[in-house]
């Protein structure tokens, strides 16, 4: 099992570019999430799909687009990058307890320029 | 907001003693968790507590949980250089999102 797996882990752009980040989990889990993380800071919830099909926009989703391709794949898209939209985004899943516990993949490092 | 709040923001210890970090939150709870992130990785699950339960273990941790003052607490025993880390709460609202603060960032001294 690789649990949760993020590509690419770095990526730098010009602002204007875009660009998507790929997840993908091998648990079977029904619900996947994108955050990202400043310095300093705690996670912040971009987007979020609680099942295949089904996507929700979470704290912080200006800027971002997201597609729940299947079940195992949740993509990131950035269709105009901002400096302020550098970060490390993380992508997570959890599975079908009600407990919510999550698995979080290794990141992607974005800096824009 | 409903995310946790962890305190303190930075600890400091030597190797062998234990760390002690808190958790405060707003509202009632389904069950609060617990992770782990090393520096430049992913969050890492360290250990679940229900809102119905009042203490757990794992290893060398324990985690507290007291509903009526909306508050838990994480502790490491024998602290050991591989806990250098930032631990972050997670309380669960019900609705399914993890929703996280700052984090503490625990420092082991060697």
């Known amino acids: 099992n690789a649990g949760v797996t993020q590509t690419p882990k770095f990526q730098v752009l010009k602002t204007g570019q875009s660009m998507t980040l790929q997840c993908a989990q091998d648990?079977?889990?029904?619900?996947m999430y994108w955050y990202r993380q400043d310095p300093g800071m705690g996670l912040r919830l971009i987007y979020y799909?609680?099942?295949?099909?089904?996507?929700d926009k979470g704290e912080v989703p200006n800027g971002y687009n997201v597609s729940r391709l299947n079940k195992r794949e949740f993509s990131l898209r950035l269709e105009s990058a901002a400096p302020s939209q550098t970060s490390v985004y993380f992508c997570?899943?959890?599975?079908?307890?009600?407990?919510?516990?999550?698995?979080f993949g290794p990141g992607t490092r974005l800096t824009v320029t | 907001s409903q995310q946790g709040e962890e305190d303190p923001q930075a600890l400091s210890i030597q190797e062998g003693e234990n760390a002690t970090m808190n958790c405060s939150y707003k509202?009632?709870?389904?069950?609060l968790q617990w992770y782990r992130q090393n520096s430049g990785r992913g969050l890492v699950h360290l250990i679940l507590i229900r809102s119905n339960e009042r203490e757990k273990h794992s290893g060398r941790l324990r985690v507290t949980l007291d509903t009526s003052k909306k508050s838990s607490s994480l502790l490491i025993t024998a602290s050991r250089a591989a806990d250098t880390a930032s631990y972050f709460c997670a309380p669960v609202f019900g609705n399914e999102k993890l929703t996280f603060g700052t984090g503490t960032r625990l420092t082991i001294i060697p």
């Open positions: 648990m079977n889990h029904n619900s």
């Open positions: 509202t009632s709870i389904n069950n």
């Open positions: 799909s609680a099942s295949e099909g089904t996507t």
């Open positions: 997570a899943s959890s599975g079908l307890s009600k407990s919510y516990e999550q698995y």
